[in-house]
């Protein structure tokens, strides 16, 4: 059941014939099981921090998903409006072509 | 009356003069002490390259104030930032819940360890956070301690 979702969902996403890229995808990211900041135990995440931030932005400028990271919800939500209030200063990129 | 903390950054145009960012400081000095709050910390990061233009700036000096003070000083402060014409960005942000929450957390954090240590039999205070290597390796010392 879950199985047959997950496929669905890829097919969905990827272009056409990219359903053979599934089994690679998997081992592409590397992955990271344990959250940094409860392992580090950081309490605040500030967003004058741009070095730590950019840990957590891709190439592209995006914010990293949790489950690339690994970040526990509690902390990918302060991430999420570190980065956000980053960017509104011009310390951090909205986007990067 | 309420009194919270606050973090506000500015950036001033690249071509102001040392006199306008004087002015600029002076307005926040006076706008602050005027509600009855108080300046606690300043902190100019200088002439930074911006992430992104805004408007036809490349780049901007910063400038950093840590403020305790009551919502309408906020209120006040926010409305003279945004028509002052030198200052092309700025962010203020409520601090103190933060850091209160963080706060909390550390002092949670301690305790546990503390009691963790009392419960094996040592005493709770010579507190050298060892470094977590490996997720099982956490997990087996967990067992041996309830064992």
């Not at chain 2, 009392?118 to 041996?144: I, N, S």
Request: charged fraction near 35%; include cysteine; charge should be positive.
């Amino acid at each position: 059941m879950a199985n047959d979702m997950e496929r669905g969902g890829g097919r969905g996403r990827g272009q056409k014939g990219g359903d053979k890229g599934q089994g690679q995808r998997r081992t592409m990211f590397r992955r990271r099981r344990v959250c940094k900041f409860c392992a580090e135990k950081i309490d605040s995440i500030n967003y004058k921090d741009v070095k730590m931030l950019a840990s957590f932005i891709p190439e592209r400028g995006k914010i990293q998903p949790r489950r690339l990271s690994g970040t526990c919800a509690t902390h990918q939500r302060k991430v999420q409006v570190a980065i956000k209030r980053a960017r509104q200063l011009a310390l951090i990129p909205y986007v990067t072509d | 009356m309420a009194s919270r903390q606050y973090e506000l950054v500015y950036i001033v145009s690249p071509d102001a003069t040392e006199q306008q960012l004087a002015d600029l400081q002076a307005l926040i000095e006076a706008t602050v002490s005027r509600f009855g709050g108080s300046l606690d910390n300043t902190e100019n990061w200088g002439r930074r390259k911006m992430a992104y233009e805004i408007g036809p700036h490349k780049e901007g000096v910063y400038v950093l104030h840590q403020i305790t003070g009551a919502g309408d000083l906020v209120k006040e402060l926010d409305r003279r930032l945004r028509v002052a014409d030198q200052v092309i960005r700025h962010l203020l942000v409520r601090t103190d819940e933060e850091l209160r929450v963080a706060e909390r957390d550390r002092l949670r954090r301690r305790e546990a360890a503390a009691r963790r240590r009392a419960a094996r039999g040592l005493p709770p205070e010579p507190e050298v956070a060892e470094p977590r290597v490996e997720g099982e390796a956490q997990d087996q010392d967990q067992a041996g301690r309830e064992a």
